[in-house]
């Protein structure tokens, strides 16, 4: 069984269940992903630079993100100022010539009072994703910041060719990498009984979102689900490091009822 976090998510005392893991994979040498799963902080980040650049990125992003959850109530902007840390961090530590031009992605999920209640805040730089189960549908909260992700949108090219681009690894927004790196953020309230999946791209370049699907739908544990979806990524090349955050707010509700299951998001500018 996952260990419990608790939430005052719905006016009363909500138990989260979380379940996290990571593996190198079966090609790179180190793994050069981070995560982060304390209190109400749950987050992937995926590094990139030469030699253990990307680790020491991915890093700095997730121990500046962990502070916050000794933090409370949180609001949307500290999560904007914790990733502005992080990145002023990384553009500090990356002076000596082996981390020059070191990198990550981040990509998240927290809870912030807004209105008077707390409500989910998901956060995301970069090509890590962040998705929402509920009632057997799955929902990718999370935008890419990717050159695909782009020309897709421009409708420049259709989905299948997106998943088989040359430039799908190209992303455009990372912290590291720009002096001001500006994140999305959606805030929504929280619904019992959904589950979230964070996760690096070693896991949605291996795996089709149907199938993360059919993970959870399988595992209720989020740590079984979290195992599961890191096998997968193995099964089918395991090409790049792989991260998976499980999140899942317990229900009370024996049955999750299929009607407006659909996520409430809206992107904040920040
Ligand atoms: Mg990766």
Request: charged content about 25%.
């Amino acid at each position: 069984m996952s260990p419990a976090h608790y939430a005052d998510l719905t006016g009363e005392q909500t138990v989260i269940r979380v379940g996290a893991a990571t593996h190198v994979g079966r090609v790179r040498e180190l793994n050069e992903d981070a995560l982060v799963a304390e209190g109400l902080v749950f987050a992937v980040a995926d590094g990139m630079g030469g030699h253990a650049a990307g680790e020491v990125a991915s890093t700095i992003a997730a121990l500046t993100l962990r502070d916050l959850s000794s933090r409370h109530p949180l609001r949307s902007d500290d999560v904007v100022d914790a990733l502005r840390e992080s990145n002023r961090r990384i553009l500090k530590a990356a002076t000596a010539p082996e981390t020059d031009g070191m990198g990550t992605t981040v990509a998240g999920l927290t809870v912030v009072r807004t209105g008077g209640a707390d409500h989910w805040c998901v956060f995301n730089i970069g090509d890590s994703r962040v998705y929402r189960f509920l009632g057997n549908r799955m929902s990718q909260i999370t935008h890419d910041h990717s050159e695909v992700r782009e020309l897709l949108d421009a409708g420049l090219i259709t989905p299948d060719e997106a998943e088989r681009h040359p430039m799908r690894n190209v992303i455009t927004r990372s912290l590291g990498t720009d002096p001001a790196p500006v994140p999305d953020l959606w805030v929504f309230p929280p619904h019992p009984g959904e589950r979230f999946v964070i996760c690096s791209d070693g896991l949605s370049n291996e795996v089709s979102d149907r199938d993360i699907m059919v993970a959870l739908r399988t595992h209720d544990d989020p740590q079984a689900a979290a195992d599961a979806l890191i096998e997968a990524a193995l099964r089918s090349g395991g090409r790049d490091n792989v991260t998976v955050v499980v999140v899942a707010v317990e229900s009370d509700q024996d049955d999750e009822e299929e009607g407006d299951t659909s996520p409430r998001h809206d992107l904040i500018s920040t």
